[in-house]
């Protein structure tokens, strides 16, 4: 069993940057892969982006392309999200996830370790 902790949300204005970090614990070695989800009110739960464990291989959803920056640090258990350029849109809680997808980053089965998420809110 993995455990994350996110931390790092919070309010901040359209235009700004907010720093995402999740810490995990526990079987480390049993997944090869993080990353982040979110999920606003009333909508689906939706891809954000992940990171290889290993290798340090960033994916990241359309919409996170050339705002975001998905880092992670496997001598402290921490993957991190760089957001830039906050939208509105963007308000949401955003949740970080280990697993072993295998391809498939952008599914949220794919991963087996959710955190408990972070609200982040974006005022306009």
């Known amino acids: 069993q993995v455990q994350l902790v996110e931390s790092g949300g919070g309010l901040v204005q359209a235009g700004r940057s907010l720093r995402l970090s999740c810490a995990a614990s526990g079987s480390i070695f049993s997944f090869n892969a993080m990353g982040w989800f979110r999920q606003a009110p009333g909508k689906e739960r939706e891809f954000v982006a992940a990171i290889t464990w290993s290798a340090g291989w960033p994916v990241y959803a359309g919409s996170a392309k050339g705002r975001s920056t998905i880092s992670r640090d496997n001598a402290k258990n921490t993957v991190s999200l760089q957001m830039n350029s906050l939208k509105p849109e963007d308000t949401a809680v955003y949740c970080c996830?280990?697993?072993?997808?295998?391809?498939?980053?952008?599914?949220?089965?794919?991963?087996?370790?959710w955190g408990q998420g972070t609200q982040v809110t974006v005022s306009s």
């Open positions: 996830v280990a697993g072993n997808p295998i391809g498939s980053y952008s599914i949220g089965r794919a991963y087996n370790n």
